[in-house]
């Protein structure tokens, strides 16, 4: 099934297209060629979340959606993902991990069908102690969300202290780990 503003890319990364995102990558590119954005630890140019608004999914009525207030006060690794995508397969068993040693894990499912996430997460385990939607691009738009997956560590203020573009793998499974240690004590 096509998906509208997707393009697969070499390595089978999933890659979001679209009119802004496009003329915001050449810009970019142009602009700050020297910065790799793989597994980037930022600084001072930190986002921080603003209100937003992510669709529960529906079906798991006992774990709610991801808000800016659930995200205050508890470091939290913020997932985008999609159950058609590969790469987001790949990474899924990262997540049930890190989720076992008590990390505290929201997914929000992109450019996705609600009965189609909710059966991938019956079927592989659910890692999210927050998961919902975000078909109508709501944080995609705030974080400047260039693939999936993708994912980004939130500090307790809200502020994006760490991502990647990058499916989740044994070595950035354990860079985040020990960024969340750093930025817990």
Not at 22 to 33: D, E, H, Q
Not at 171 to 181: R, S
Request: aromatic letters at 6%; hydrophobic letters at 45%.
């Amino acid at each position: 099934m096509a998906h509208p503003m997707v393009s697969t890319v070499p390595h089978g990364r999933i890659v979001m297209i679209g009119r802004r995102a496009f003329l915001a990558n050449i810009a970019a590119s142009v602009a700050v060629p020297a910065f790799a954005r793989d597994a980037t630890p930022l600084d001072s140019n930190r986002t921080v979340l603003g209100p937003f608004r992510v669709e529960p999914l529906e079906g798991l009525a006992d774990i709610p959606a991801p808000t800016l207030e659930a995200l205050k006060d508890e470091v939290t690794v913020l997932n985008f993902w999609a159950s058609w995508c590969q790469a987001c397969r790949e990474e899924h068993r990262y997540l049930v991990d890190l989720q076992s040693k008590g990390v505290r894990i929201a997914g929000v499912a992109v450019q996705d069908r609600a009965e189609a996430a909710l059966h991938y997460l019956e079927k592989a385990g659910n890692p999210y102690g927050l998961v919902g939607l975000d078909n109508k691009r709501e944080l995609v738009t705030m974080l400047s969300l260039r693939s999936i997956p993708q994912t980004f560590l939130i500090s307790r203020h809200c502020e994006v202290v760490w991502e990647t573009d990058e499916g989740l793998d044994n070595g950035l499974a354990t860079e985040l780990l020990d960024k969340i240690g750093a930025i817990s004590g």
